[in-house]
């Protein structure tokens, strides 16, 4: 997929509707979208090519300098809430996308993981992420349907 057909906003979007509806009939399925409703919300506000190749999934320490050099390199980027994901939403940190591998009812069982939170967690940081691209007039029209 191109970088001209991608689009962040929509994505993180409909990520976290989906796993909103998923938790109740299915607790993997919602875990493991949020957790991308996360990843594609903090995307959108980051959309310079390089960036998001580099972030990829990866919400440690690592992924936090990442961030702050784009900054460094775009001010811009520093008016969107994009720093510090896992002391925002620290359930984030348990999360990673090798978990949809599991066998089905992982999710619910296993110890450190909060389908709820995660869900929870990832709906404040898509609503916020969406509220500051539009404040700022970087939401795109198309990303809305």
Sequence with gaps: ???????????????IRDAEALLQSSRDQAWHLAGFAHECARK????????????GHDFSNASDRVVDFAIALDARVG??????????????????PNHR??????????????????????????????LALFLNGALKEESLR
């Excluded at 997929?1 to 990520?15: G, I, K, Y």
């Excluded at 959108?44 to 972030?55: H, M, N, R, S």
């Design 1 to 15: 997929m191109s970088a001209a057909e991608q689009d962040f906003a929509s994505a993180a979007m409909r990520h």
């Design 44 to 55: 959108a506000c980051i959309e310079d090519g390089w960036v998001p190749k580099v972030l």
């Design 79 to 96: 008016r969107f809430p994009v720093r510090a994901w896992t002391s925002r939403a620290p359930i984030v940190a348990v999360w990673h």
């Design 101 to 130: 591998y599991e066998r089905t009812g992982t999710a619910a069982h296993k110890a450190g993981r909060d389908v709820d939170e995660l869900v929870s967690q990832g709906r404040e940081a898509v609503d916020e992420c969406i």
